[in-house]
């Protein structure tokens, strides 16, 4: 069974920084692609960023603009979130994704963690 377990939300200040674990369970994932979204209060979810698990081809939305690097760990079948220079706006329940293909569509990823809330106050 695929579990992912997303950890490291929280409370900061903007202009901070903040560093969300997606740990992977269940399968080999040296052939998915893993994203990350996020999603607002009333608000829909959208697409943050995403990488390829092998190849390390990544994207990643146009807000971000050079302030969030997603990486991985394989050893520990983990991938990372590191988010810098945050905004209020980037206020959000982060999830973790994973898919077969590499995109920015939701609908494309097949498993999704519970979230994880990060909270940037002004």
């Known amino acids: 069974q695929v579990q992912l377990v997303e950890s490291g939300g929280g409370l900061v200040q903007a202009g901070g920084s903040l560093r969300l674990s997606c740990a992977a369970s269940?399968?080999?994932?040296?052939?998915?692609?893993m994203g990350w979204f996020r999603q607002a209060p009333g608000k829909e979810r959208e697409f943050v960023a995403a990488?390829?698990?092998?190849?390390?081809?990544?994207y990643y939305r146009e807000f971000v603009n050079g302030r969030f690097t997603i990486s991985r760990d394989g050893a520990k079948n983990t991938v990372y979130l590191q988010m810098n220079s945050l905004k209020p706006e980037d206020t959000a329940v982060y999830y973790c994704?994973?898919?077969?293909?590499?995109?920015?569509?939701?609908?494309?990823?097949?498993?999704w963690g519970q979230g994880t809330q990060v909270t940037v106050s002004s």
């Open positions: 990488r390829s698990w092998s190849d390390g081809i990544s």
């Open positions: 269940g399968r080999t994932f040296s052939s998915y692609a």
């Open positions: 994704a994973a898919g077969i293909h590499l995109s920015r569509l939701a609908s494309e990823y097949d498993y």
